[in-house]
C-alpha cells in the first residue's frame, strides 16, 4: 500500500502529522456548528428581552467567533506540520494569527456598534420614544471610526512598527494636510457641531435668511448635510456654513400665528366696539385657539378707505395643512360677525367733492 501512494506521489498520506492534523480541523468545524446552535439558542432567549445590547452582542459574536476558530485551529496544523516537514512558514504564522484575531475582534466590535445602533433606533420607533436619530448616527460612526484607528495601531505594533514613530509622522503630516484641507476640516467640525449642539435633525423643517436654504433635512453628514427643498429639489449644504449662518427651526415651533387686519367702512364707525368685542369673545371660545398665549383684538387705525382693527392670536396646531383650515374657519367667523352687526368689510374707494358745484347749488 505504501508503494502505491508513493508511485501516484501522495506520500503526505502516509505520514504520521496527518491524522492530527485533521484531527484538529475535524475538532474545529464540530466546535463551530456547535457555536452556532448555541448562539442561535442564546438569541432566541435574548430577543424576549427588553435591552437591545444583548441581542445585538449575540448578532456580532457569530461571524468574528468563526474566523477565530479557525484562525486558532490552522495555527496549530501548521506548527503539526512544521514539527514534522520543518516548513520555514513557522515564523510568519504567529504574526499572521495576531493579526487575524486582532481584525477579527475589530469585526466584532464594529458589528456590535452597527446592531446596537440599529436595535436601539428600531426600539425607539417601536415604543415611539423619540430617540434622536442624528444622535445615535454620530456616536455610531465616531465609535466605528474610533475601532477602525485603534485596530490599525495594534495591529502595526504587532508586525513590529513603532507606534510612537508612526504617530509623530501623523502629527506632522496632519500639520501639512490640515493646511492643505482645511474647508474639509471646517466641515468636518461644523458637522460635529450639528451632531453636539443638535439646532436640527433628520426629517426637520428648516431655513436660514442670510441665505436661499429652505426645505427638510434628509442626511446629515461629516462633510456637508442634505436639504431637500419644498420643490423636491437637494440642496447640498457645507457643514462649515452652518457655524456663521442664522438658522431657523420651524419643527420646534410651539404655535403658528394669525396676524390679519381688516377694514370696515367709515360709515359702520358706530358698530366697531361690538364687532371688536364680538370677534374678541370667538377667538376666546374657539377650540383651535391657544389662549394662553397673546390675543389682541384692537381698533388698529383709519385707513385711506377703511376702518382697520387687527387680530393676533396663535392656534394649539403647528401642523401646515390643519393651521390653514383653522385660520379660514377663523376668519370666515369674523365675516359673519361683520356682516350680523350689519356692516360691511371695506373695499379700496374714493370720495370726489367739488367745492365749486357746491357754492352753485347753494346760491341756486
Known sequence: MNDLIQRIGLDFLASSWLPQVLTILGAVA???????????????????????????????????????LWVTGATYAIQIVHQHLGTPVHDFVLPARNT?????????????????????????????????YTTVDALSKLGRFSVVVLAALVILQ???????????????????????????????????????????????????????????VEYIGWR???????????????????????????????????????????????????????????LQGHPEIDTGATLIVSFNQFAASSLDFFIYTFTKTVEWVHYHEVKQDVLLKIAAIIQTHGAEIAFPTRSVHLESAAAEVAAD
Do not use: C
Open 30 to 68: 464540530l466546535v463551530n456548528i456547535g457555536a452556532h446552535y448555541l448562539l442561535r439558542r442564546i438569541e432566541k432567549i435574548a430577543a424576549r428581552t427588553a435591552t437591545v445590547w444583548d441581542d445585538a452582542l449575540i448578532k456580532a459574536t457569530r461571524k468574528p467567533l468563526t474566523l477565530i
Open 224 to 282: 456637508h448635510t442634505r436639504v431637500r427643498a419644498f420643490n423636491k429639489n437637494p440642496i447640498y449644504v457645507p457643514n462649515a456654513l452652518f457655524t456663521t449662518i442664522v438658522v431657523e427651526n420651524p419643527t420646534r415651533m410651539t404655535n403658528r400665528r394669525i396676524k390679519e387686519t381688516i377694514g370696515i367702512r367709515y360709515a359702520d364707525l358706530d358698530k366697531m366696539a361690538l364687532i371688536v368685542a364680538d370677534v374678541k369673545a370667538m
Open 100 to 132: 487575524l484575531v486582532i481584525i477579527a475582534l475589530a469585526w466584532f466590535l464594529l458589528r456590535l456598534i452597527r446592531h446596537a445602533s440599529h436595535n436601539a433606533l428600531a426600539r425607539s420607533a417601536a415604543m415611539e420614544t423619540g430617540m434622536d
Open 158 to 216: 504587532t508586525l513590529g512598527f513603532s507606534i510612537s514613530g508612526v504617530l509623530a509622522f501623523g502629527g506632522i503630516g496632519g500639520i501639512a494636510v490640515g493646511f492643505a484641507a482645511k474647508d474639509m476640516l471646517a466641515n468636518f467640525f461644523g458637522g460635529l457641531t450639528i451632531y453636539l449642539d443638535r439646532p436640527f435633525t433628520v426629517g426637520e423643517w428648516i431655513r436660514s435668511p442670510d441665505h436661499q436654504i429652505e426645505g427638510t
